[in-house]
């Protein structure tokens, strides 16, 4: 039982970070109908530039600099995510291009990122500074750390945010009218394409902050490290209904708990297998996922 | 108000408009009429910005606004409501009317009170989500969420369809209310009775062209509207 408890509180802090990326996921299909393939390469830029403002700062440790490093990451990633949006999808979306072509240039995107951090980080893993310094707590024999303890916090709070900005500000108003019937929400004025760039911001926001909370989790980064955790955050979207920013955010939970509790009780070389295991079977058994509604496709 | 000059519009290759051409006059309401696939709604989507014609102009208070953005078109008076109603369903009354006023920086409260004295049911509906309402009540709501925008020229396409006989006269009845209080109105519908008796002018599509336009009263009693949209 102790060891199921444990396990529980390990997933947490994983499905938290899933959750945080899915969302980036989710909002962009929903107001594009595109998986965006280049948003697990934004989360691994927001890593990397946690790392490098670690590195300038004199005092790595102080609440300040904890604070500047994952600001400065979520800035950064978010300018990234404006440009991707800006230069590559804007023009394939004004020409209603099919969303192949969107697909393919999203493809695309991933690999610049992925061989830019390359050519300028080099592929060998790069340790990342202990920025903040670890703790362990005990509840009777259960250990959780204060890194886990933050990335939860932090994750719960950023979804809360996030849940005002959609509900109750215009522009959210205006991004969930999009993505239930963009051409009507056009008829009224609604100025789309500064919805679209609002949305990419904000999915890349929370993915550069996921970004920096592995990076203290693991603790060590590379320039492809996006790809795996960006594939899985994608298969949380699709688990719990893509479009659905709720769907995402338990996808993402229940995912990262999944992982832990099986690399638990049967292997850790089964953890990356399971996550594409529930991919195929949510596709096969309910590809609505678990809070998506059925779409009838519109002709 | 409104000038179609000669547009041609094409889907592929196929033309949907040949060579129409219409005038709307300030504070009138005007009748698209025609058959299934006749080009009513093509016509509108040309007007508000959804379609850009191949050929031809589009004059809106003397400005061409053949090639403006939809947007720009809202923000000068243009305001559509499509055919099927399309309220957001997910999100609320109230959201929705929001929605409508997107463009506007001020007098959005104003406008509300407005339009819950031409549809006080919408008042009593305010925070449930628009999908919960009615077909008749999403009709009222989509043509308020249109006058939130503070239209000039209104469009609207088939506003009656799928609506019980006496709710039909209802709709009717507002939008003669709205085109009092000051707001042009182009209307496209396949109801042609309904429709010229609540007209100043019409005009007659087929098959992408237009084959008659006047005053309502006059395509009243012609024969061959009679017999083939008014049911004899």
């Not at chain 2, 009354?93 to 929001?98: G, P």
């Amino acid at each position: 039982m102790n060891l199921f408890l444990q396990q529980l509180i390990n997933g947490l802090a994983w499905g938290g970070i899933y959750a945080l990326i899915a969302i980036g996921y989710t909002m962009v299909y929903g107001v594009m109908q595109l998986i965006n393939f280049a948003h697990g390469d934004v989360f691994m830029v927001g890593a990397f530039v946690g790392l490098v403002i670690a590195q300038l700062l004199p005092d790595k440790t102080s609440p300040l600099s904890v604070f500047l490093v994952f600001l400065s990451a979520m800035f950064f990633s978010t300018l990234l995510g404006i440009l991707i949006e800006r230069l590559g999808y804007r023009s394939l979306w004004r020409k209603n291009a099919p969303r192949l072509s969107l697909l393919i240039v999203a493809v695309a995107i991933s690999l610049l990122l992925e061989n830019s951090g390359l050519l300028l980080f080099g592929a060998a893993p790069r340790s990342f500074p202990e920025i903040i310094p670890s703790k362990s707590y005990f509840v009777g024999s259960i250990i959780f750390t204060n890194l886990q303890l933050i990335i939860i916090l932090s994750c719960l709070l950023l979804m809360g945010i996030l849940h005002l900005i959609v509900m109750h500000t215009k522009m959210g108003r205006a991004m969930r009218a999009v993505a239930e019937d963009s051409e009507m929400s056009a008829l009224l004025g609604v100025p789309r394409e500064r919805v679209l760039s609002f949305t990419f911001a904000l999915g890349s926001a929370l993915a550069g902050i996921a970004g920096v909370m592995v990076a203290l989790y693991a603790p060590q980064i590379n320039p492809l490290m996006g790809l795996l955790p960006g594939l899985k955050a994608f298969i949380a979207a699709v688990l719990g209904g893509i479009g659905s920013i709720p769907g995402a955010m338990v996808g993402g939970f229940v995912l990262g708990e999944a992982e832990t509790l099986v690399s638990a009780y049967l292997s850790s070389s089964y953890r990356d297998l399971l996550a594409f295991l529930v991919l195929i079977l949510v596709l096969l058994l309910r590809p609505q996922g678990l809070l998506g509604k059925g779409v009838v496709e519109k002709l | 108000m409104l000038r179609v000059e000669e547009i041609e519009v094409f889907y592929d290759s196929i033309q949907a408009l040949r060579n129409v051409s219409f005038e709307v006059k300030e504070g009138e309401i005007f009748a698209l009429l025609g058959a299934n696939g006749a080009g009513k709604t093509t016509t509108l989507k040309t007007i508000s910005g959804l379609i850009i014609p191949r050929r031809g102009r589009i004059y809106f208070q003397e400005e061409d606004i053949t090639f403006l953005p939809i947007q720009e078109r809202v923000k000068r008076g243009i305001s559509q409501v499509p055919e099927g109603r399309r309220v957001f369903s997910k999100l609320t009354v109230e959201e929705n009317l929001l929605l409508g006023g997107y463009i506007r920086e001020r007098g959005i409260k104003k406008n509300l009170e407005a339009v819950f004295s031409l549809f006080p049911i919408l008042k009593e509906r305010l925070h449930q989500p628009a999908g919960t309402l009615s077909g008749g009540e999403q009709q009222m709501l989509s043509i308020a969420r249109a006058l939130m925008t503070e239209p000039r020229l209104l469009l609207l396409d088939e506003p009656s369809l799928g609506l019980a006989p006496l709710l039909v006269r209802d709709i009717f009845h507002y939008i003669k209310e709205i085109n009092e209080e000051g707001v042009t109105i182009l209307l496209v519908e396949q109801n042609a009775h309904m429709a010229l008796q609540i007209a100043n002018r019409a005009a007659l599509l087929q098959r992408g062209e237009v084959v008659l336009q006047g005053k309502a009263e006059d395509l009243r009693d012609m024969e061959s509207i009679k017999s083939a949209y008014l049911g004899g």
